[in-house]
């Protein structure tokens, strides 16, 4: 099995930061892109960013310029660095993964439970 744990949300006021984490463990042995994904309450999932396994980048148009998606391939680990955060930011974060299993040619795609951003003075 695979696990994509978020964290790092929480209650930030307009203009603050923050920086989410999302860990990946379990049976794995390649992960290639990863992205991160919102959804605010009465609204679809939408693209937040993604990072290609070599380091290229996508963000959505409500965020781009103010955010910065990264990985860290030593620890299956991916991030976004959210600047400038307005109360529209507010919404569950979610983090995906591309992985292939040990022993497998298939790649799959595996979703995190989400952590909470509240942006609200």
């Known amino acids: 099995q695979v696990q994509l744990v978020e964290s790092g949300g929480g209650l930030v006021q307009p203009g603050g930061s923050l920086r989410l984490s999302c860990v990946a463990s379990?049976?794995?042995?390649?992960?290639?892109?990863m992205g991160w994904y919102r959804q605010a309450p009465g609204k679809e999932r939408e693209l937040v960013a993604t990072i290609s396994s070599g380091g290229s980048t996508n963000y959505g148009d409500s965020v781009k310029g103010r955010s910065t998606i990264s990985r860290d391939d030593a620890k299956n680990t991916g991030y976004l660095q959210m600047n400038s955060l307005k109360p529209e930011d507010t919404a569950v974060y979610y983090c995906?993964?591309?992985?292939?299993?040990?022993?497998?040619?298939?790649?799959?795609?595996?979703w995190g439970r989400g952590t909470q951003v509240t942006v609200s003075s």
């Open positions: 995906n993964a591309r992985v292939r299993r040990p022993g497998s040619g298939l790649w799959l795609t595996y």
């Open positions: 379990g049976s794995i042995a390649s992960i290639d892109a």
